[in-house]
């Protein structure tokens, strides 16, 4: 079975500091894709960012970026400058296939930001 | 331009009853998936819709349905409501193009169901 995994239930980060943010991931497909959300209390989940499984560079949207590591099954998000609006669930998620498919969440990590 | 919507926003129902919900999406998207997002959990994946058919489904029984409409608008009917079914239901959109899925997926707020 194809899992994610979020070891990290809960963390939290001072206000302008960086926080990173761990996700592991168990697939023997070669094609996938891996996604960071973002749910606030309001629940709307909100892509942060996306990374394709077959490009190698790191995926970067402002101070979001990913240290993708595919022999370890591994995707982390850090986040930079962290604000009081980063304050939410953030999910992990991987789709096999086509990047539209079954998206295979994590747990999540509920992240706080203090100020 | 209008991002994916869902009604109701809340919705309380007791044992044994059924229940409708509804998703319009992001304009532009011709696909339609649904997810049960239960309390202190990630979104699980129940099916999604294209052109009007079922095309995914996840490990859901068979009292969770749901159909497409010319619009691309969709619903999920839950049949013979049990407690276990209390969870946020999400909606996400996509486009399908060429046969190829490129495009992620917006959800919307969700429908919150709580099962007495």
């Known amino acids: 079975a194809q899992t994610v995994t979020q070891s990290q239930p809960e963390m939290s980060v001072q206000e302008a500091e960086t926080v990173t943010l761990s996700c592991t991931y168990d697939?023997?497909?070669?094609?996938?894709?891996l996604f960071w959300y973002k749910q606030p209390p309001s629940r709307q989940m909100i892509l942060v960012i996306r990374q394709e499984a077959y490009k190698q560079q790191n995926a970067t949207e402002n101070r979001f970026s990913v240290n993708f590591q595919k022999a370890a099954k591994s995707f982390s998000l850090k986040i930079s400058d962290s604000q009081l609006g980063d304050t939410a669930m953030y999910f992990c998620a991987c789709v096999y296939g086509g990047s539209q498919g079954n998206l295979i969440f994590g747990k999540g990590t509920k992240l706080s930001v203090k100020p | 331009d209008a991002g994916v919507t869902q009604s109701p926003t809340h919705l309380i129902k007791t044992r044994g009853q059924q229940v409708t919900l509804r998703c319009s999406p992001k304009?532009?998207?011709?696909?339609v998936s649904w997810y049960q997002q239960a309390l202190g959990q990630g979104p699980q994946f129940i099916f999604q819709y294209y052109e009007e058919e079922e095309r995914q489904r996840g490990n859901f029984p068979d009292r969770f349905s749901g159909h497409q409409f010319p619009n691309y608008s969709s619903e999920l009917n839950v049949n013979a409501l049990l407690l276990g079914d209390s969870a946020l239901y999400l909606c996400a959109s996509s486009i399908r193009f060429s046969g190829a899925l490129r495009d992620e997926q917006f959800f919307g707020p969700g429908t919150r169901l709580t099962v007495l």
């Open positions: 697939t023997s497909e070669n094609n996938y894709y």
């Open positions: 304009s532009g998207h011709d696909t």
